[in-house]
Nanobody
């Protein structure tokens, strides 16, 4: 079993900051990538940011220069620092990870339970 546990969501005013964390635990051999997606009410889930095992990153255009993804490999944890938040960033944010449970396994896709981020005055 693999579990992703998110934390750090909440209510923040426009222009404010939040930091999300996601820790992976369980039967993990290696992690190919971790990242964040979000889903606003009435909209499809969309990619926010990804970080790959080599350290490269990928961001949605809408969050570039405002959000930063980072990782702590020793803790199997990924972070999303969100600055200059806007009302349109309001959504449920989901952690995602591509994890190999054994050395010969293909990576499997795992999701966290989601954490609400609300940007409002």
């Amino acid at each position: 079993q693999v579990h992703l546990v998110e934390s750090g969501g909440g209510l923040v005013q426009p222009g404010g900051s939040l930091r999300l964390s996601c820790a992976a635990s369980g039967s993990i051999f290696s992690i190919d990538a971790m990242g964040w997606y979000r889903q606003a009410q009435g909209k499809q889930r969309e990619l926010v940011a990804l970080i790959f095992s080599g350290g490269s990153t990928n961001y949605a255009d809408s969050v570039k220069d405002r959000f930063t993804i980072s990782e702590d490999n020793a803790k199997n944890t990924v972070y999303l620092q969100m600055n200059s938040l806007k009302s349109e960033d309001t959504a449920v944010y989901y952690c995602n990870a591509l994890i190999r449970r054994t050395s010969g396994a293909l990576p499997s896709n795992y999701w966290g339970q989601g954490t609400q981020v609300t940007v409002s005055s």
